[in-house]
């Protein structure tokens, strides 16, 4: 089963047995918070780039050096690295106190060796960089949503993850009526087995890919 764009709003309208236009005109709210809680749950492989470019030293710019801005596409982290002297190193996700406490004085430049998120459009490094290092950010993207495209439109989502986005429209659906409690647990319920069943399917792409490019290696008997 897989569902178009006009096909999920269909569908979450019927079950809701709800036409009314102020829930009507909400109906992308529910699908892009379900899609949200399915990418940030699931943190699939598909769903996975990355991108290079430059640290800034402290020398350079001592007032902004300490950040590295986000892709506009960016979701969560994966790994963070540098490469200084031939060798990439990676820097270690924390919280972003402990990188603030880590380094309270960005004077204290060096190799980085921590990283976090500071806001929605960057990541603090601790120490501040030393060096205009390169740097490579594997993270996982938010995908374009199925409601950004045309009536008949379907993404790898509303594909491969349909029940996930029908239950988790109609949870966001309930939840904005203010429906029975136990109506909103059933389709809590029935959304998780689904968003289980999709990390499964997600994690066995990713081990067939790895297979096929030999990244995992069969010992030999």
């Known amino acids: 089963m897989s569902f178009t764009y006009a096909q999920l709003k269909n569908a979450i309208q019927d079950y809701t047995e709800n036409t009314e236009t102020t829930f009507v005109n909400n109906l992308d709210i529910f699908i ?16 996975r ?10 020398a350079t710019d001592p007032t902004n050096s300490k950040y590295l801005a986000l892709p506009s596409d960016y979701l969560a982290p994966y790994s963070l690295s540098f490469t200084t002297g031939g060798n ?41 960089p030393d060096a205009a290092y ?3 950010l594997h993270y996982f993207y938010r995908p374009q ?7 008949d439109a379907t993404t790898w989502l509303s594909t ?17 009526m203010k429906g029975e409690a136990d109506l909103v647990q059933n389709y809590t319920q029935r ?9 499964n399917f997600g994690e ?6 790895a297979y096929r490019t030999g990244l995992i290696l069969r010992e030999k008997t």
Not at 49 to 58: I, R
Request: proline share 4%; with cysteine.
């Open 88 to 128: 990439k190193e990676f820097v270690m996700f924390k919280d972003v106190n402990f990188v603030q406490s880590f380094n309270p004085d960005d004077g204290t430049s060096g190799a980085p060796r921590y990283y976090a998120q500071f806001d929605i459009n960057n990541f603090i490094l601790g120490p501040t």
């Open 145 to 151: 949503s199925l409601t950004a495209g045309a009536e």
């Open 134 to 136: 390169p740097v490579e």
């Open 32 to 47: 892009k918070n379900t899609e949200e809680r399915i990418l940030k749950i699931a943190q699939l492989e598909v769903f």
């Open 204 to 209: 066995s792409q990713e081990v067939t890919d």
């Open 160 to 176: 491969n993850a349909s029940v996930c986005m029908l239950y988790g429209s109609l949870i966001e659906a309930y939840t904005f």
């Open 191 to 199: 959304f998780t087995e689904a968003l289980s069943r999709v990390k």
């Open 49 to 58: 780039k990355n991108k290079s470019g430059s640290l800034t030293a402290y």
